[in-house]
């Protein structure tokens, strides 16, 4: 096999880039990086046992996907008798070399440095369907020395290229995935949506807010999150099927139709329509121009609103999902009206302090975001709440308030929260 390729070197080690077809990567790829760079039969087993089942997922974004694309695999070659060939050439007077032919006699024992799930998703994407195996992918051929030291330099280049890679946070993602049908919809909100438009979401990789932040309604994580759980809704309501948290990471991963994401994009909007009409605080934030129309909402020093809190926005929303599915009537309407009637958002209230809001110290609690679902489940309705939640939201309790058993935390959770929408 001859390959067109560019000859270059980093420190001390010479490189060569080209690209190969998805079919020679499957036969010419014929080693594990677990076999070549250790002698020691357990740590073979343990650099193996590495390989998740995330190629299977690769596999079907090939083969789901006729955009599909990735980075570079870096590969490392030996024995065989592979030979350069420079091409060097002239323009306007300037010699270039570097470039030529690399000629492979098909002896060498090729293995993946960078790239193993790759590999292996390109292999079992083959072996189901072969119509891409002409698809080419850059690639990276390093030489390597079947020696004690061969292999410690290249254990030192797999450790490199692994411990230096940093993924991608979860912000850009949201900010860049156009298979994501949640991604989609929060940008599409993002540009064209009142409550969330000209600078009010704080776009970042975390989910907090930082205290100088004085015109954000919510985080771009946040947002993210809180149509994860509405998703999910949707989904049900359109197959009769609930998504787990697995299958819906899963599901993420292909772009559904363009009516699909129109009608999720209607029922989300429809969704923040309503808590706007619902809820004043929504009104006057959206109706407040300036740079700092969430400080008044979110105060420095105080607890401020729970909408205009991470760790209370997300819970509200996930404690309207899960009644939705439990009801199934997908009738978010009525459940926000019932708790606009109800539900005190004042954060340093007494149904929040210890919760949410660490009096002493004026600062928020950022950990409680379950039993903060939890009790704005149990204020909606107790029915809402199944043994097992029931039981931690009561735990959760007893350690937050100090207390000594379970019984008084459970009087305590009944007087000041239990359904709350009847006692209205």
Not at 7 to 15: A, C, E, L, N, Q
Request: charged share 30%; proline share 3%; aromatic share 12%.
């Amino acid at each position: 096999m001859i390959l067109p390729a560019i000859r270059g070197y980093i420190g001390k080690t010479v490189y060569y880039i080209t690209n190969l077809k998805f079919k020679d990567i499957a036969s010419l790829v014929n080693r594990r990086s677990s076999e070549e760079l250790y002698k020691s039969g357990q740590l073979k087993e343990a650099l193996q046992r590495s390989l998740s089942d995330n190629y299977l997922k690769i596999k079907d974004y090939i083969l789901k996907h006729p955009d599909h694309f990735f980075n570079a695999m870096v590969l490392a070659v030996y024995d065989g008798d592979p030979q350069w060939r420079e091409v060097r050439y002239e323009v306007d007077n300037v010699m270039y070399g570097n470039v030529g032919l690399l000629e492979l006699n098909g002896n060498e024992q090729i293995f993946p440095l960078d790239g193993q799930h790759r590999l292996e998703g390109i292999k079992a994407a083959l072996k189901e369907n072969r119509k891409y195996e002409n698809d080419t992918v850059p690639i990276m051929l390093i030489g390597h020395e079947n020696s004690s030291k061969g292999m410690a330099k290249s254990r030192r280049i797999f450790s490199i290229l692994n411990r230096y890679a940093k993924p991608v946070g979860k912000g850009d993602i949201i900010a860049l995935d156009e298979d994501d049908i949640v991604a989609i919809i929060t940008r599409w909100l993002l540009e064209g949506y009142e409550l969330f438009m000209d600078n009010r979401i704080k776009i970042s990789n975390t989910k907090s807010i930082p205290t100088t932040d004085k015109s954000s309604f919510t985080t771009l994580m946040t947002l993210y999150d809180c149509h994860d759980e509405l998703f999910k809704v949707f989904h049900l309501r359109e197959t009769g099927k609930l998504l787990s948290n697995e299958k819906l990471k899963d599901y993420k991963r292909a772009r559904p139709d363009d009516s699909e994401i129109q009608s999720f994009y209607d029922f989300v909007k429809s969704f923040w329509d309503e808590m706007i009409i619902n809820f004043v605080e929504l009104q006057d934030y959206i109706s407040d121009k300036s740079n700092e129309a969430a400080l008044r909402f979110r105060p420095q020093g105080e607890g401020g609103n729970l909408f205009f809190r991470p760790v209370g926005i997300l819970p509200f929303v996930s404690a309207v999902c899960q009644i939705m599915t439990i009801q199934k009537d997908f009738n978010y309407k009525t459940i926000l009206s019932d708790y606009a009637s109800f539900l005190d958002r004042n954060i340093e209230s007494v149904y929040w302090t210890r919760i949410l809001w660490d009096a002493s110290a004026k600062k928020m609690l950022v950990r409680n975001g379950s039993i903060t679902k939890y009790l704005m489940l149990e204020m909606y309705s107790s029915d809402m709440l199944n043994s097992k939640d029931r039981t931690k939201m009561v735990e959760r309790f007893v350690q937050l308030f100090g207390l000594h058993d379970r019984e008084s935390a459970e009087t305590i959770i009944l007087t000041n929260y239990s359904n709350r929408l009847r006692y209205n």
